[in-house]
């Protein structure tokens, strides 16, 4: 019996080992992904601020053309032409 409580002590021993060091693997795997993530992030959000940024913006809508204005027409010149030096109607004052 001897013999069979040594193989169960070694057995359990090396299940206990293996167990914390999966723990630790575990643990450092864990660890480097959240490490990987967030420097990913960061050199993410660094290209992002870096790089330059394009806007684009609708340009101002043109205004119609003005209608063009009037052309102002010449005033219209009446000429009146009254004769000099006539008969005024015969009387003398005198």
Do not use: E
């Not at 052309?71 to 004052?93: A, E, L, R, S, Y």
């Amino acid at each position: 019996m001897n013999s069979i409580h040594r193989l169960g002590v070694t057995i359990a021993g090396l299940a206990t080992v293996l167990t914390v060091a999966g723990a630790f693997v575990a643990q450092g795997y864990v660890a480097a992904q959240q490490a990987s993530a967030q420097a990913t992030a960061q050199a993410t959000a660094q290209a992002a601020a870096s790089a330059p940024q394009i806007v684009y913006i609708n340009p101002m809508p043109t205004a119609p053309p003005a209608p063009p204005t009037p052309t102002p027409q010449p005033q219209q010149v009446i000429h009146v032409i009254v004769g000099g030096g006539g008969d005024d109607g015969g009387g003398n004052d005198g």
